[in-house]
């Protein structure tokens, strides 16, 4: 039931204006271009921060349309910016990629 009503979902979800980019597993950039895929980012992420929950909260609201995606967008962005996984604008230079840490946490 939870994969199907996902699912519906993402046919729904608008992209973002601008994607966002988060740091993953050994300091790979994970892109997310819509509401679905910060959602499930969010929810995938181990942990219970109460800019975790407010991540998961703005995004089911954008998902039935109480709030715009780029509100969502906005309040994933702070989440990722607290934990230290938003990938700022611009290129990711090679030797910082490589210097990644991979705990996250």
Known sequence: MKVSRLWEFAMLSKPFEKPL????GLGFPRQLNTVVDAYQFATDWCGNSPEQKAAIRACKAALV????AETARGVFAAFARKK????????????IEKARPSDHR
Do not use: C, N, S, T
């Open 21 to 24: 980019r988060v740091w993953v």
């Open 84 to 95: 230290d996984i938003l990938v700022e604008d611009g290129p990711i230079p090679p030797a």
């Open 65 to 68: 349309g109480d709030v715009d």
